[in-house]
């Protein structure tokens, strides 16, 4: 796996390959001596393994780093650990189809390359439900003013809503970790979350935020009621919807439509909740490449939703909300140091 990313990654035009390295004792010696821009760091090395090793980058010399993780449960656990310490993204391992974890990995190397020169303050903060997430995305200390989309003439929030869809990818756990860490327990609405992310990641991923969040977080099954109060995360690999049955909405999960880039997609998501009642929901766009969610909020927002837009500065990646921005789709943008109250706010009708 080292030797196929070294040759194809140096094959890019756009990349240069400084080196490769054996274990992690010499991953640390080369970063140390080369000062790259970007790492990619595999979970297990022998000597000293990923996640020892990343501590000591955001120790010392913090710079964006990408993991390659297995796919299994440990590695998903260890993987979301890592992110906690400072690691921007991750990439699933698959020795089978190597050249699929190549097409992931290029344009995300691409992408956190940009934010290495925000590193240089990161903070050390440690508990999510008290403090800022420590895996929030670096550069939000120089977060700049939340600037609303038209700021002569503000959009009136309306409200009050109980549904927030959430479509979020490249740079996401952190991000929605910091967001419903944010959200009081008595939180009233509903939290539906796309989030792009393997199968086997979800789970434990809706676990760890269950744990450091005061509202309730889980993964979204099939055919359940929503309540408020409570985050249902989209299986991976999976579409997640509401649909209509009775006097409360449930949840959908379906492998259609097949055709789709992304599972969960945003934009299903977003049609979906368009459809039960838009003038309750509150669609937001966080961190992310593509521009996946950009249908579907422009159906929300056509049918009375409000949409809010992470901020480029706050961005791990300004794709998927800078889609929203340009399309003039957004009623609000926002840095994620802003988000939770927004939405507290526009969920409340304030």
Do not use: W
């Not at 890019?12 to 080369?34: H, M, S, T, Y």
């Not at 990343?54 to 990408?66: D, G, N, Q, S, Y």
């Not at 740079?171 to 944010?182: E, F, I, T």
């Amino acid at each position: 796996m080292r030797k196929i990313l070294t040759v194809s990654l140096a094959n890019d035009p756009e990349i240069r390959v400084l080196d490769a390295a054996r274990d992690g004792n010499e991953a640390l010696e080369k970063i140390a001596r080369l000062n790259p821009d970007v790492v990619t760091l595999d979970i297990d090395m022998p000597n000293r393994g990923g996640m020892s090793v990343l501590e000591e980058i955001m120790r010392t010399a913090p710079r964006p780093v990408i993991m390659i993780s297995s796919l299994t449960m440990q590695g998903a656990e260890i993987t979301l650990k890592c992110l906690d310490i400072g690691a921007l993204d991750f990439i699933p391992k698959n020795s089978v189809q190597p050249e699929s974890v190549v097409a992931e990995l290029l344009p995300k190397i691409k992408a956190v390359a940009k934010k290495r020169s925000l590193f240089a303050l990161r903070r050390n903060l440690h508990d999510a439900k008290t403090q800022p997430s420590r895996f929030s995305a670096p550069g939000q200390e120089h977060a700049t003013a939340s600037l609303p989309a038209s700021p002569s003439k503000p959009v009136p929030l309306g409200g009050p809503r109980d549904i927030v869809a959430i479509g979020v990818s490249t740079g996401g756990p952190p991000a929605v970790q910091k967001l419903l860490a944010g959200f009081p327990k008595n939180f009233p609405a509903s939290i539906l979350i796309a989030q792009h992310m393997p199968a086997t990641f979800t789970g434990p991923f809706a676990k760890r935020l269950d744990s450091l969040c005061a509202i309730a977080v889980k993964e979204a099954e099939h055919g359940e009621k929503i309540q408020p109060g409570c985050a249902y995360i989209a299986p991976g690999g999976k579409h997640l919807l509401l649909e209509r049955r009775g006097a409360t909405p449930e949840l959908a999960i379906s492998s259609e439509p097949e055709s789709e880039l992304y599972k969960p997609s945003a934009t299903i998501l977003m049609n979906s909740v368009a459809r039960i009642n838009p003038r309750k929901t509150l669609g937001v766009i966080l961190t992310g490449m593509g521009s996946d969610g950009c249908l579907g909020v422009k159906t929300l927002k056509e049918n009375g939703g409000y949409i809010l837009a992470q901020s480029e500065a706050s961005c791990v990646v300004y794709g998927m909300p800078k889609a929203i921005v340009d399309a003039g789709l957004a009623d609000q943008v926002l840095d994620l140091d802003d988000m939770a109250a927004a939405i507290i706010a526009v969920v409340y009708g304030k």
